[in-house]
């Protein structure tokens, strides 16, 4: 008898849709952007450059697996411009180790997809990480840097705001998003991005990983995107960063710091053109966007491969011991920052669409 089961959830958006395919060690990664309106004139090499900066490999402080991450199109462009119908791209894949995973082959990572994922399907491929791998976001970058050639008015800019117990401390009204491309953690304040690489780096000598969070801002907003009520705009937010690999937690605007304040202390008090004084709401009441700026934070746990032995079951049950083999990211967060952009744009991209009267 066959199980029933096959993989859903492949798929984001409604109107702005990407659907992505591909594993870690497959021949390639790639997805289909559907939707995406007609006559924009794409820059290619806007796109590579987004891709870049999330690729691995990139510096001391990710996994070293050398990958060129190159983008093909091969459909939906025409002379450089959109032409509506749906975009198919591709990512070949170049530099695979797999036997560096002959050893999970039936024995699962703790806190890793390896053991759901064989529950589920009883079938899995483990080179990788496989399916389960973030390499798959290389498309969402993809798809995120054509959405934000389509809202080239609307300015995505996220950052690493912390790496373990260090902080960026800097306002996010005092920030200078210029600097955050000038260090390989992509925090855009150089102290804390001086202390924070350090730390990744003793962390790596250790064989563990560490955790943080990436902070994002979205500037220019237009006023009315959100669909109440079970698809406000915060709540696809939520689920477009809780959709990235190793994401434990959202939260836009005050936030749970918000719990601990009055309503007199927290509503955002207007001015007579509809814009606020403060803007704890986060650029977004009753799920629909006030034209405010969009802000909120995403928590990634650290990475669950670890080049330390720990206690483990493998399929049969039995306990046994493991160690993390292959290259891997110390701390997701430096990678992250692109991904976290590229979702937001996704996001805002499809509620563009879904509303008709908003204007850019
Ligand atoms: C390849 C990427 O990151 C990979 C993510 C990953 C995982 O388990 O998620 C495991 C590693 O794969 P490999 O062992 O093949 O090097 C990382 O390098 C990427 O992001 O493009």
Sequence with gaps: ?????????????????????????????????????????????????????????????VTQRKEPDTVEFHSGIFEGMTTGTPMGFVIKN???????????????????????????????????????????????????????????????????????????????????????????????????????????????KEGDTVGGTVQCVIRNMPKGLGEPVFDKLHAELGKAMLSINAVKGFEYGSGFGGTKMKGSQHNDLFNEDGTTKTNLSGGIQGGISNGMDIYFNVAFK?????????????????????????????????RAVPIVEAMAALVIADYLLQNKTAKI
């Design 94 to 204: 170049a530099n695979q180790k797999s036997k560096d995973y002959s050893h999970i082959k039936d024995t699962y990572r703790p806190s890793h997809a390896d053991y759901t994922y064989d529950e589920k399907y009883g079938v899995r491929d483990y080179r990788g990480g496989g399916r389960s791998s973030a390499r798959e976001t290389a498309c969402r970058v993809v798809a995120g840097a054509v959405a934000k050639q389509f809202l080239k008015e609307i300015q995505f800019n996220a950052y690493t705001a912390s790496v373990g117990e260090i902080e960026l401390e800097t306002a996010i009204k005092d920030l200078d998003f210029d600097l955050i491309e000038t260090n390989p953690v992509r925090c855009p304040d150089a102290a804390s991005a001086e202390k924070m690489e350090a730390y990744i780096k003793q962390i790596r």
């Design 1 to 61: 008898m066959f199980k029933i089961i096959k993989m859903a959830g492949n798929s984001f958006g409604k109107l702005f849709k990407l659907t992505t395919f591909g594993e870690s060690h497959g021949q390639a990664i790639g997805g289909i952007i559907d939707g995406c309106p007609a006559g924009i004139q794409l820059d290619l090499e806007k796109i590579q450059t987004e891709l870049n900066r999330r690729k691995p490999g990139q510096s001391a402080i």
């Design 302 to 334: 650290p990475v669950a491969t670890i080049m330390q032995k720990q206690d483990t079951i493998n399929k049969q049950g039995e306990n046994v011991e493991m160690e993390g083999k292959g290259r891997h990211d110390p701390c997701v967060v430096p």
